[in-house]
């Protein structure tokens, strides 16, 4: 592992890595409240539109085996700058879209290409930063990507009444192409390695080394199952306070907007946190407040409620995340793009499964049942790393870990 540099050095790559971050999640929350708004307006069902998250996230998963050794091979600084750029016309293109299938193609590009973005940037920081304060750098990285979940959700449930769906579109766009612009005149230039050519065939051969370490396979199936309780219920929060009468994307992005704010309050913690709980004990505890907080919001009080428990949930759910994405950054410290890749793999199949898993939930069990089922899951979950991730991390006679 290289050194970690200087911390002005540090510092602005941090600060450029949060534009990009942020461009990317800005776009990916953005549709969430509107889902009531987008099958009036295209005359779809809502249960169909819903999957729009799925189409943004299930191509977000895919590319990730290739954007991977491509990063690796071409630079991830250039990779990403390029998927900013796909990003940012694959959402002008939405802004335009005639109708709902040509927005499921078009949101599918934009999860595509910002595939591209977070994993890169997380590669990037593991290169950089030294295993020492690397969780609290992604901690700090992370401020830009909840803020980017927090506006994206929030302005489109205040906004859209004002200009549209389609001129909440255009101003993701807009957001993307600063973050492309970010990275293109931001990135230290001397610092990027050498391109060379791709080779799949070692990335196959990597994949297979990374996936040998049980540490990794404990990794990606966390993430996995994490992605499907805390997720899954995120694109049908709309439809279920509309059928409560309690408003429409207005309502709804403000009760998205807390899961957000609760990933902020563990970004001003996180040195805190590490510090006094722990690894083990910090997943015990992510777990445990996703699941009271799942619960709440199955119980299916006022909107208001619903904000209160996902303001909690994002307080887990990121003591869970981000000690994940730590570990995960130090599992194959010759290929991180490599093993990030396949890290947000599972996550984002996790996500994009999540939508249908919890929307066969709320018909068959009711909102109480589905999310008390997605509560015992992170309950489970957290119990499980805090005892399985608990343990230091076996070495190989080179001194790096297996």
């Not at 993701?172 to 791709?198: H, I, Y």
């Not at 429409?248 to 704010?261: M, P, Q, Y």
């Not at 303001?311 to 730590?326: E, I």
Request: aromatic share 6%.
């Amino acid at each position: 592992m290289t050194a970690s540099p200087p911390t002005s050095s540090t510092a602005r790559l941090i600060g450029i890595l949060m534009v990009a971050g942020f461009a990317s999640t800005f776009a990916l929350r953005s549709v969430e409240p509107l889902v009531g708004v987008l099958a009036r307006d295209l005359a779809s069902d809502p249960h169909r539109v819903a999957l729009l998250s799925t189409a943004f996230a299930l191509p977000y998963a895919l590319i990730q085996p290739v954007l991977g050794p491509v990063g690796d091979a071409l630079g991830k600084e250039r990779v990403m700058s390029t998927c900013l750029a796909v990003l940012a016309v694959a959402l002008t293109a939405c802004a335009a879209a005639p109708g709902i299938d040509a927005l499921f193609g078009l949101r599918m590009l934009a999860g595509a290409a910002a595939g591209g973005v977070i994993p890169l940037a997380l590669a990037i920081l593991g290169d950089r930063v030294a295993i020492a304060v690397r969780q609290v750098a992604i901690g700090r990285f992370l401020v830009a990507v909840i803020l980017g979940q927090l506006t994206g959700s929030t302005f489109a449930g205040l906004i859209e009444g004002e200009i549209g769906w389609r001129g909440v579109f255009a101003i993701t766009a807009g957001m993307a192409a600063l973050g492309c612009a970010a990275t293109v005149f931001g990135f230290d230039r001397a610092d990027r390695q050498p391109m060379q050519r791709p080779r799949f065939g070692e990335a196959l051969v990597r994949y297979r080394g990374i996936i040998a370490n049980p540490r990794a396979r404990v990794l990606f199936a966390a993430v996995f199952v994490e992605a499907i309780a805390v997720f899954g219920v995120f694109p049908h929060l709309a439809p279920l306070i509309e059928a409560r009468g309690e408003g429409g994307a207005r309502e709804a992005g403000l009760a998205l907007a807390g899961f957000a704010v609760g990933g902020l309050i563990y970004a001003a913690l996180v040195g805190h946190l590490v510090r006094l709980l722990g690894l083990a004990r910090m997943l015990a505890a992510g777990g445990a407040i996703c699941a009271g907080a799942l619960l709440v919001v199955g119980l299916a009080g006022t909107w208001q409620a619903d904000c209160a428990a996902l303001t909690a949930m994002g307080l887990g759910f990121y003591m869970l995340h981000n000690t994940f994405q730590t570990q995960v950054t130090e599992v194959a410290p010759h290929a991180r793009a490599s093993a990030v890749a396949l890290h947000a793999f599972s996550f984002f199949c996790g996500q994009a499964l999540g939508v249908a898993v919890v929307g066969f939930g709320l018909n068959s069990l009711g909102q109480f049942g589905a999310l008390a089922a997605c509560g015992l899951a992170i309950l489970g979950l957290g119990l499980a790393t805090a005892h399985l991730l608990g343990r230091p991390t076996p070495l190989n006679a080179a001194g790096t870990p297996r």
